[in-house]
């Protein structure tokens, strides 16, 4: 499996890469770990005549804890948000979801820019981000700008960022309540048949904020905002629970492939939305 | 064909200087320019952990890597680990513990399972069920893998005990 001919640049700095792209317009992409984009050049579904490898910009590396505010640099790998102690006790979710993300091998290479800037509606980073509330940050030739993470995404493989613009790194404030990502995969290494990320507030026995997104369930991530608001108020029992999938439901619109047909896939999201709210409650 | 490119490699101690495609993918330029054979081809779709290999120190899978990608870096692989004479003791716990049947899978599951060692020296069952879980044995079953990969943690464990 080789992929088409291409040339290879490895500029050190942002600018550098930004030029590169200026350049070689349509012709060109980036490339972070590669490790979705390498598989669709070797299966020739992408071909990439020129392409810019932004390892060596060190701008784009990093995580930053400022206070409540978390920022990682867009070539922070999954494995590094696993192993970064700070993260596991500010927003423990961005690791329950990283260490389901692939394998040990692909998680070294793989990274948090990648992932959601990519656009592939399996990737799980995109809906974990819009339940955060997170912000992208992106540097084209003139200006950088940001986009929150829930106006990113447009169709598959489709997002706000324009072709001569890079995202360079990923903010959000660390959440108050219970948190969990659930996910349903056929085999480790698989992109989700369902999956769900919640994030609850609680005081005493009620539910007083709930943000819900879901993984793999259209062509884009679905932030379910009717969903978080059915657990508001609530216990999050049997019957806020069921309004929650049934708004859930609602938002979401899966299609029939290699991981089943619809009626399995409501059924597999139902199930483990249930189980993350059941999850982050307990948390909460 | 693009123009091939000059790359520096550190492949087990020993620094390459070659020439090749961007595109060539690093476990191509280790197997055919190197004639370093350890790491298999198995899936080529980063699925089967064949071509595991270390590079920077961090398991990664080199049929999903350019040789570009990799230009400047260190690379360890299987050869790396141990010589006939003087096994890892991971190599000498697959043997011992049965560990490979066919033998394809078992220089990418040695590869990784070094790194998860360093990483984790004295992991549970479940913890190497975990971190080896990027590399696939068709033949096993995976038992003796798992206790293979123990056994040597406990071995590796033992011996840094006995040398302080």
């Known amino acids: 499996m080789i992929p088409a001919a291409f040339e290879y640049y490895r500029p050190d700095d942002l600018q550098g890469a930004l030029a590169l792209l200026h350049e070689h317009g349509d012709e060109a992409r980036v490339v972070a770990g590669g490790h979705s984009l390498i598989p669709m050049m070797k299966l020739r579904m992408a071909e990439v005549p020129h392409l810019i490898d932004l390892q060596a910009i060190d701008a784009l590396r990093g995580i930053t804890v400022d206070g409540n505010r978390i920022t990682l640099g867009a070539m922070v790998t999954q494995e590094e948000i696993i192993a970064h102690e700070g993260l596991a006790t500010l927003v423990p979710i961005l690791r329950e979801a990283a260490l389901q993300i692939a394998d040990p091998q692909v998680r070294a290479m793989g990274t948090v820019g990648g992932n959601v800037a990519n656009g592939d509606p399996g990737n799980d980073m995109p809906g974990l981000m819009q339940c955060l509330g997170a912000t992208f940050h992106v540097t084209g030739p003139d200006a950088a700008r940001e986009i929150e993470a829930r106006d990113f995404y447009e169709a598959a493989y489709m997002t706000a960022r324009e072709d001569d613009e890079i995202l360079t790194a990923v903010s959000f404030d660390a959440p108050n309540g219970g948190q969990s990502y659930q996910k349903q995969k056929r085999k480790i290494g698989d992109y989700a048949t369902a999956a769900a990320a919640v994030i609850l507030t609680r005081e005493g026995e009620h539910c007083t904020g709930a943000s819900i997104a879901m993984t793999n369930l259209s062509d884009v991530p679905v932030w379910a905002e009717a969903a978080g608001e059915a657990l508001i108020g609530t216990d999050c029992g049997e019957d806020a629970v069921i309004a929650a999938i049934n708004a859930m439901q609602e938002a979401i619109d899966p299609t029939e492939d290699n991981r089943g047909p619809v009626a399995f896939k409501r059924h597999t999201a139902g199930i483990i939305l249930a189980r993350a709210i059941a999850r982050a409650w307990s948390r909460a | ?164």
């Open chain 2, 1 to 164: 064909m693009s123009k091939k490119m000059q790359i520096t490699l550190n492949v087990n101690g020993t620094r390459h200087e070659l020439l090749a495609e961007p595109r060539t993918l690093l476990i191509h330029v280790l197997r055919e320019n190197l004639g370093i054979t350890g790491p298999h081809i198995g899936c080529e779709t980063s699925h089967c952990g064949a071509c595991t290999i270390l590079m920077n120190e961090r398991s990664i899978k080199s049929c999903t890597v350019f040789a570009a990608q990799a230009d400047g870096a260190e690379i360890t692989t299987i050869e790396g680990l141990g010589t006939p004479d003087s096994l890892h003791p991971l190599q000498e716990a697959f043997r011992e513990h049965h560990g490979l049947q066919c033998g394809f899978c078992t220089p990418g599951m040695i590869t990784r399972a070094a790194q998860l060692l360093k990483e984790n020296p004295d992991p549970t069952e479940e913890e190497v069920r975990f971190g080896m879980a990027g590399n696939l044995c068709r033949c096993t079953g995976y038992q003796n893998i798992v206790k293979a990969v123990l056994a040597a943690a406990s071995e590796i464990n033992t011996a840094k005990e006995a040398a302080q």
